[in-house]
């Protein structure tokens, strides 16, 4: 069975320093792993995914991710805040064979100070 | 402009009322899906459709039905058997042409239910 935590609820930075967004996972297969952004009362916007390709994603915005099977985690990072990062952030893992649909992780709202 | 739209954005019921979520895609993708959020928790999934005609539950079906009679509509049916349908529902479509894992969902703008 496929599970994601996300380990902090709450990050709050200030704007232009580094973002760090920790997600840990545990999966029976080889997973696929996935960053969503929402903005309130919008719709889910893909941010980058890991497919067993290279373990360094980048994704848009600035955005990253890295791939650790060692340590089983794939936080977000992102060398400097923007206002405009401000939102509720997912980890989303997807495993085959397996169900067809995607297991969330709780989300971390970031809050960006100016 | 191809994408996914739900309407309405907001919907408001009375108790004992049945209703209906729309969720439309113009992407060509076989798969579609529902979710529900509620405050401060990721999604859940209620259906799935991986194909016109079929559909699955997910794990929180109980109190929804949903019909897959065209490739681009899976409408949402909250029954008044949903003991606190009030959330956000999001629906979701991705190619799924047996890709797996590495099959991307993309996410339509959701639908604010609140039972009144």
């Known amino acids: 069975a496929q599970s994601v935590t996300q380990l902090d609820s709450h990050v709050s930075v200030s704007e232009g320093t580094p973002v760090l967004l920790r997600c840990n996972y545990s999966?029976?297969?080889?997973?696929?792993l996935f960053w969503y952004v929402q903005h309130p009362n919008k719709g889910l916007q893909l941010l980058l995914k890991?497919?067993?390709?290279?373990?360094l994603v980048k994704g848009i915005n600035g955005f990253e991710a890295e791939f650790k099977k060692s340590e089983t985690s794939f936080h977000l990072t992102k060398p400097s805040a923007h206002m405009s990062d401000a939102a509720e952030y997912f980890c989303?893992?997807?495993?085959?064979?397996?169900?067809?649909?995607?297991?969330f992780g709780s989300g971390t709202r970031l809050q960006v100070q100016p | 402009d191809g994408g996914i739209t739900q309407s309405p954005k907001y919907l408001f019921r009375k108790e004992g009322q049945n209703v209906t979520l729309s969720c439309e895609q113009n992407?060509?993708?076989?798969?579609m899906y529902w979710y529900r959020q509620d405050p401060g928790q990721g999604l859940r999934l209620i259906y799935y459709?991986?194909?016109?005609?079929?559909?699955q539950k997910g794990d929180i079906a109980e109190g929804y039905s949903v019909s897959r009679e065209k490739k681009e509509s899976f409408p949402l049916t909250v029954t008044s058997a949903q003991k606190n349908p009030t959330a956000f529902y999001l629906c979701?479509?991705?190619?799924?042409?047996?890709?797996?894992?590495?099959?991307?969902?993309?996410f339509g703008p959701g639908t604010r239910l609140t039972v009144l």
């Open positions: 979701a479509s991705s190619i799924d042409r047996s890709g797996g894992a590495k099959d991307t969902q993309y």
């Open positions: 999966s029976s297969y080889s997973p696929s």
């Open positions: 459709s991986q194909i016109v005609n079929d559909f």
């Open positions: 992407l060509n993708h076989d798969a």
């Open positions: 989303v893992v997807s495993e085959w064979p397996g169900r067809r649909a995607l297991t």
């Open positions: 890991y497919t067993s390709a290279a373990t």
